[in-house]
């Protein structure tokens, strides 16, 4: 583990990326769950996708027992990890999930000692001042766990995920949790993102409680706009696309289903279409063109599971 003396403006510089990045996760895939005030509380076959079908999700829907964890320790870009296969039983496709941990009762800060190294090479650093600046302690009785992934899961499919050491909920997403820390844990909620009868939910599931909430706000998958800004824009083919933002100057979306060559090909679609590449890389585009900015980001998974976060701007 490198000491704080040994971090360089680099890596701070991609903390504070990482950080956005994170923040910015949350904001798109999960920002309205926190609203717990506005969310279907829980009292106690259709398919998912973009369908016909008029009903909407129910509480009585969801399973917890349907999204089943198997945990192993793994390696995670060099470093010791304890990781879980989450495999969709459900009848929904998984588009998202945050997974959050907290310290078990009774833990003693001895034993948190493990947490050590984390917390002094953050010390001093962005997440500290951060953590502060939202009223809280920083210290180790606030460690949390924090999985936050896109994935694409259809019904009967796996992915792995892996679990990043946090204060409060807020990680800079640069050290993983081993399974001598994960062990010190315990699951504090759930939050996904589904895929069912044409629109994306956003629900929440409470250890404690052992219920679900189910939030108000949906999106519409599979619905194009007919905004200048939209029409300006390729159309990508993957299974399924939810839109983010859509505003005059601003339309964002998550194209799911896509695989490298789907990724290539749209890149060419937008070649065509008048955007001037900027920067092209395996993961990453980014054009201009027709008064227009277009960023695309791809993340490979298995064969057609992966997908492409696709905005376009107008330029200033």
């Not at 001042?129 to 994935?151: A, C, M, Q």
């Not at 956003?202 to 189910?214: A, E, L, N, P, Q």
């Not at 696309?241 to 859509?246: A, D, E, K, P």
Request: hydrophobic content about 30%; aromatic content about 14%; overall charge negative.
């Amino acid at each position: 583990m490198k000491k704080k003396t040994k971090k360089t403006i680099g890596i701070i510089i991609v903390s504070i990326i990482l950080l956005i990045t994170i923040t910015v996760f949350c904001i798109v895939l999960f920002s309205s769950i926190g609203s717990k005030n506005n969310s279907k509380d829980n009292n106690n076959d259709d398919s998912s996708g973009s369908n016909t079908s008029s009903k909407e999700l129910s509480v009585k829907d969801l399973s917890i027992d349907d999204f089943k964890f198997e945990y192993y320790s793994s390696m995670c870009d060099s470093q010791e990890c304890y990781a879980a296969t989450l495999t969709n039983n459900s009848k929904f496709i998984i588009t998202g999930v945050n997974f959050y941990y907290r310290v078990k009762s009774g833990v003693s800060e001895d034993e948190l000692s493990v947490y050590n190294d984390f917390m002094q090479y953050n010390k001093g650093d962005m997440l500290e001042d951060y953590i502060k600046k939202l009223g809280y302690d920083y210290s180790l009785k606030n460690i949390t766990l924090i999985s936050p992934f896109y994935l694409y899961l259809r019904k009967g499919e796996q992915d792995s995920i892996h679990f990043y050491i946090g204060v409060m909920d807020e990680t800079l997403m640069t050290h993983y949790a081993n399974e001598e820390q994960f062990k010190l844990m315990e699951p504090r909620e759930l939050d996904l993102s589904l895929i069912y009868n044409g629109k994306e939910y956003y629900v929440r599931y409470d250890f404690d409680k052992k219920t679900w909430k189910i939030d108000e706000e949906t999106r519409d998958v599979d619905v194009w706009s007919n905004t200048d800004i939209a029409k300006a824009l390729p159309k990508p083919k993957g299974e399924h696309f939810v839109v983010h933002r859509n505003e005059d100057s601003l339309y964002f979306i998550t194209s799911y289903g896509i695989d490298k060559y789907m990724y290539e090909e749209y890149i060419k679609t937008l070649k065509e279409a008048g955007f001037k590449e900027s920067i092209y890389t395996s993961d990453y585009y980014s054009g201009v063109g027709n008064g227009y900015s277009v960023t695309v980001e791809y993340a490979d998974n298995y064969e057609k599971s992966g997908w492409m976060s696709i905005e376009i701007r107008a330029e200033s």
